[in-house]
């Protein structure tokens, strides 16, 4: 099973580097720290005074990493998770904030468990996963991942400009698909033909 810190260190590998694209809300991101990360943290990098785009290039890999395992990782407590789920439920609060939670305490109540929807991992929570997991095994990891996987279909549906991050170009999946595929097991991907025809309302 891997480390706190391999997740993080692979979860930063994914973000890439420095982006500022004006169709994310993210704003400026490295490593996939945000802008609104930084500012709600304080990490005035440069010292002139305020946080913004500079200090965003300045961030390291490092401190990327820390960042993702004491904010994204210990304070939401992803840890009260079983260790199956946690890589997939951190990965996702990295990308989506308290978002991530939600998915999974809709989830639950697919699989007959009473929780609110709060994105608050507290102990109601992770014994409700326990239960669950305990029914499920795997599968809970699998159908988290499609869940997850669903959630970004549906901002995608919403919002024209987020499509850009779902679907490429020529038609393929795109960078958050096969990010929540790759917490899925294969026999759970969607083929070439399956992802045309659930994205064929978008061109």
Do not use: C
Not at 93 to 116: C, H, M, P, W
């Amino acid at each position: 099973m891997k480390s706190v810190q391999q997740i993080s260190e692979e979860i930063v590998a994914r973000e890439g580097g420095y982006v500022n694209d004006p169709d994310d809300p993210g704003g400026a991101t490295n490593f996939g720290v945000t802008i609104h990360t930084m500012r709600r943290l304080g990490l005035d990098l440069d010292r002139d005074g305020d946080v913004d785009a500079a200090d965003v290039r300045k961030l390291t890999r490092d401190q990327a990493v820390e960042i993702f395992i004491r904010h994204y990782f210990k304070k939401p407590r992803i840890d009260l998770l079983p260790r199956e789920l946690q890589a997939s439920v951190f990965d996702m609060y990295v990308n989506a904030g308290g978002n991530a939670v939600k998915i999974l305490q809709r989830l639950l109540r697919d699989f007959g468990e009473t929780v609110s929807v709060d994105g608050a991992l507290g102990p109601n929570t992770a014994a409700a996963v326990a239960r669950a997991f305990k029914k499920a095994g795997p599968y809970l990891v699998d159908a988290y991942g499609i869940a997850r996987r669903n959630y970004y279909f549906r901002l995608a549906d919403r919002r024209n400009a987020s499509r850009k991050y779902a679907l490429t170009r020529s038609g393929d999946k795109g960078g958050w698909i096969k990010r929540a595929e790759e917490f899925i097991s294969p026999r759970f991907h969607l083929s070439k033909a399956e992802f045309q025809e659930r994205t064929a309302t978008w061109a």
